[in-house]
């Protein structure tokens, strides 16, 4: 069965240290990636998303991502955190013929000043 | 910029009673989807509905639950007699062709 993991439940870092939040996904084919944020009292914001060709995808604000087949994963990366990105992250898979999105359980990130 | 709307952010029901989730999708987009995230758990599947039927639904969207477009705005979805299991929080999303969903903020649901 297909299946997302964010081994990170939690993570803090200072404003402007790089980020990199990790994604796992468990798909015999090659899947549609997608990483949403979610900050308090917000609906689920697409960040990015990966179909097909190249494999490091940008997104908004200044994150980005790469998918390795290799490793079954799609880590999500930005160079210089901002107080601002503090929120919820969830890695999301949609699978072929089926028209739903698996999620992970999300990565909760914190910035310090 | 188009977003999808949910109404009410939050509601309060005793369990037994019957509640209807409100959303109102972006107005060109053709497949609607309901998902659910219980405090600490994951975002989970419930139904998708295109075409005024549910396409795909999980193993969560049992007989006590069910989903209607009633005009062509609203997209609503109903819990017969709710649990306590059902609180939560309910997302609604919708899509036009491509795959990328948009989501709305959510409808915090509380059974007592």
């Known amino acids: 069965a297909q299946s997302v993991t964010q081994p990170d439940i939690h993570i803090t870092v200072s404003e402007g240290a790089s980020l990199e939040l990790r994604c796992n996904y468990s798909?015999?084919?090659?899947?549609?990636l997608f990483w949403y944020v979610q900050s308090p009292g917000q609906g689920l914001q697409l960040l990015l998303k990966y179909f097909s060709g190249d494999t490091l995808v940008q997104g908004i604000e200044g994150f980005e991502a790469e998918f390795k087949r290799s490793q079954s994963s799609f880590n999500l990366r930005k160079p210089s955190v901002h107080w601002s990105d503090a929120a919820e992250y969830f890695c999301?898979?949609?699978?072929?013929?089926?028209?739903?999105?698996?999620f992970g359980t999300g990565t909760r990130l914190q910035v310090f000043p | 910029e188009p977003e999808v709307t949910q109404t009410p952010s939050h509601q309060v029901t005793q369990m037994g009673q019957e509640v209807i989730l409100r959303c109102v999708p972006i107005?060109?987009?053709?497949?609607f989807y309901w998902y659910r995230q219980i405090l600490g758990q994951k975002v989970e599947f419930l139904v998708s509905f295109y075409n005024n039927e549910i396409s795909e639904k999980s193993e969560i969207f049992d007989d006590q639950f069910s989903v209607e477009r009633p005009d062509g705005s609203n997209f609503t979805l109903k819990i017969r007699s709710t649990k306590l299991e059902d609180s939560a929080m309910y997302f609604c999303?919708?899509?036009?062709?491509?795959?990328?969903?948009?989501f709305g903020p959510g409808t915090r649901l509380t059974v007592t």
């Open positions: 999303a919708s899509r036009v062709l491509s795959t990328e969903q948009y």
């Open positions: 798909y015999g084919a090659t899947p549609y």
């Open positions: 107005s060109n987009h053709l497949y």
């Open positions: 999301a898979v949609g699978v072929e013929n089926t028209d739903k999105l698996i």
